[in-house]
T-cell receptor, first 114, second 114 residues
């Protein structure tokens, strides 16, 4: 079984500053990794995913994440955030070959202010 | 209509009521999912359907009854719910290709049980 840890429940940041949202996972087998964003009163939207290949993955809205197998991490980064990036961000993992079973972290609330 | 839609968006019901949540996907996917999202907790997978057949029931109480008449529609029938069942119920769909099946989410139904 796999698990996901998002250590930061809230991350406050000023507009145009860089941000990193941390995600660590635990699994005994190879995994796929995902980041989803949830804006207020909406469902989850896929930001980016890592399946295989290059460990640096680029997603929508200027976000990127890097898969680090040795540290079992998949941190999400953005070099310059906007007010509109204020949302809840969820990291998720699934075992390769059983991608229908996603395990989610508890989420990180990104609060961008002026 | 594109993506995954859910109706109603908001629902308030008493503990003795019977109601149903509806989900429809317009993506041509073959798998559909129900999740429960409660405050401060990770998303909980409730049910998975693949080609209309239920493949996962994550120990969900019988007061939640899913129905999947075809690959595009998914229902969640509710009866004699408890106040702790109040949550955001999210539907998702994916195409199970054997390699990865990225899940796409609907906007959710905000359920309040009085």
């Amino acid at each position: 079984a796999q698990s996901v840890t998002q250590l930061d429940s809230q991350v406050p940041v000023f507009e145009e500053a860089p941000v990193e949202l941390r995600c660590n996972y635990s699994s005994s087998v190879s995994v796929y990794l995902f980041w989803y964003v949830q804006y207020p009163n909406q469902g989850l939207q896929l930001l980016l995913k890592y399946l295989s290949g290059s460990t640096l993955v680029k997603g929508i809205n200027g976000f990127e994440a890097e898969f680090n197998k040795s540290q079992t991490s998949f941190h999400l980064r953005k070099p310059s955030v906007h007010i509109s990036d204020t949302a809840e961000y969820f990291c998720a993992v699934s075992e390769t070959g059983t991608a229908s079973k996603l395990t989610f972290g508890t989420g990180t609330r990104l609060q961008v202010t002026l | 209509e594109t993506g995954v839609t859910q109706t109603p968006r908001h629902l308030v019901m008493g503990m003795t009521n019977k109601k149903s949540l509806k989900c429809e996907q317009h993506l041509g996917h073959n798998a559909m999912y129900w999740y429960k999202q409660s405050a401060k907790k990770p998303l909980e997978l409730m049910f998975v359907y693949n080609f209309k057949e239920q493949t996962e029931n994550n120990s969900v109480p019988s007061r939640f009854s899913p129905e999947c008449p075809n690959s595009s529609h998914l229902f969640l029938h509710l009866h004699t719910l408890q106040p702790e069942d109040s949550a955001l119920y999210l539907c998702a769909s994916s195409q199970t290709s054997g390699r990865t099946d990225t899940q796409y989410f609907g906007p959710g139904t905000r359920l309040t049980v009085l």
